[in-house]
């Protein structure tokens, strides 16, 4: 395969299964593994009827971006222990989490994104929405999505 390979990671078992399973048909590739987080207000208006003014947000926020720094670079550390070439991006999102991968895929030409499924269905999926039904939805571009093992 000719390309990055954009990885997501969030630290859940899906996730991690995906990027070993992504190991086994991609690598070597250059990777890189993304965790997308949201500023709180971001965060808290998607969960309530509008807008949010949160005391001390700004520090939720960076506590945020560092948490999610340090998940892509384990993830990162995974994907170098299947064969990746890879490397750790932490992007911010203002809107859905979908959108922010979407987009980092777009601005590194990604050749293909990789995600994991938690496999919900019915009603929880559509409460809980899905991160990687946005990202085949909106991509673009190709998307694997490795589904749960069980």
């Avoid at 965790?35 to 947000?57: I, K």
Wanted: glycine share 10%.
């Amino acid at each position: 395969m000719a390309g990055l390979a954009l990885l997501c990671y969030d630290g859940s078992e899906p996730a991690k299964s995906a990027i070993a399973k992504a190991g086994e048909l991609l690598a070597p590739t250059p990777a890189l593994v993304v965790t997308a987080w949201q500023p709180a207000t971001v965060a808290l208006a998607s969960y309530s009827w509008g807008p949010a003014v949160l005391p001390e947000g700004d520090k939720l926020d960076r506590r945020a971006a560092e948490s999610a720094g340090r998940t892509a670079g384990e993830g990162s550390e995974l994907a170098r222990a299947v064969g990746f070439d890879s490397e750790p991006a932490a992007v911010e999102s203002v809107g859905p989490l979908w959108q922010a991968i979407v987009d980092a895929a777009a601005e590194r030409d990604a050749a293909v994104i990789v995600a994991g499924s938690r496999g919900l269905r019915g009603l929880k999926s559509v409460v809980l929405g899905s991160v990687s039904s946005g990202v085949v939805n909106h991509a673009g571009r190709p998307v694997l999505v490795i589904p749960p093992e069980d």
